[in-house]
């Protein structure tokens, strides 16, 4: 069965970091895009970041662009994220989705999203 | 980043037909063939229903169907049916590399 499952989230600090992760299985997790979104409470959805397959290339939104990390360990098909400097804004349900394609809007597959709130 | 700028809400009877529009500028939705649209459902993860503008994932009904014309990208339910009463997203490539979702249009079945 194809599936991705985060995990890390939870509740935390602004100025404080995160690392969030995603487990793949079911598909050849080095073949494919990897990509960030998340979805504040009651708000739509907002692309984070994407990496290439093999984490050679890797785009941000500007709302994270230097405070956000994203890498991948192929041999462990995962994905994670690292947050720093988290701001209460920050606060979402992170989905880990699989592309299919570098920067293609197309997100086949997605995990049911890790929660992280950012209050003081 | 600006949202591409979907209606709020869009509602019709069983049966019937409804277009849910999605506008950019000539640097995402107009510039590029690379528009997908997103169902979601209460509590649940999105679900890729179009790609590349008009294609349909296999499995996803041929009862939705996307096209675009200049700016604007669209996202035609047809035989509308209870089921389909969710939240629709639409995202597209942006020049800047990055990727830029819509701000989401809530589906109602009377």
């Known amino acids: 069965e194809v599936q991705l499952v985060e995990s890390g989230g939870g509740l935390v600090l602004p100025g404080r970091s995160l690392r969030l992760s995603c487990a793949a299985s079911?598909?050849?997790?080095?073949?494919?895009?990897m990509h960030w979104v998340r979805q504040a409470p009651g708000k739509g959805l907002e692309w984070v970041s994407g990496?290439?397959?093999?984490?050679?290339?890797?785009d941000y939104a500007d709302s994270v662009k230097g405070r956000f990390t994203m890498s991948r360990d192929n041999a462990r098909n995962s994905l994670y994220l690292e947050m720093n400097s988290l701001r209460t804004e920050d606060t979402a349900l992170y989905y880990c989705?699989?592309?299919?394609?570098?920067?293609?809007?197309?997100?086949?597959?997605w995990g049911q999203g890790t929660m992280v709130a950012v209050s003081s | 980043q600006s949202a591409l700028t979907q209606p709020a809400s869009v509602s019709g009877s069983p049966g019937q037909s409804i277009t849910i529009s999605c506008t950019g500028t000539?640097?995402?939705?107009?510039?590029?063939?690379?528009v997908s649209w997103y169902q979601q459902h209460p509590g649940k993860a999105p679900k890729l229903m179009i790609y590349?503008?008009?294609d349909r994932p296999s499995g996803v009904s041929n009862r939705f169907s996307g096209s675009k014309s200049g700016n604007t990208a669209s996202l035609t339910i047809s035989g509308l049916q209870a089921e389909d009463e969710a939240d629709y997203y639409c995202?597209?490539?942006?020049?800047?590399?990055?990727?830029?979702f819509g701000t989401g249009t809530k589906v109602t079945v009377l």
């Open positions: 989705a699989k592309g299919t394609g570098w920067l293609l809007p197309a997100f086949d597959i």
């Open positions: 079911g598909f050849k997790f080095d073949n494919y895009v």
């Open positions: 990496i290439s397959w093999n984490g050679g290339s890797i």
């Open positions: 000539s640097s995402d939705v107009g510039g590029y063939k690379y």
């Open positions: 590349d503008v008009s």
């Open positions: 995202c597209s490539y942006r020049s800047s590399s990055t990727l830029v």
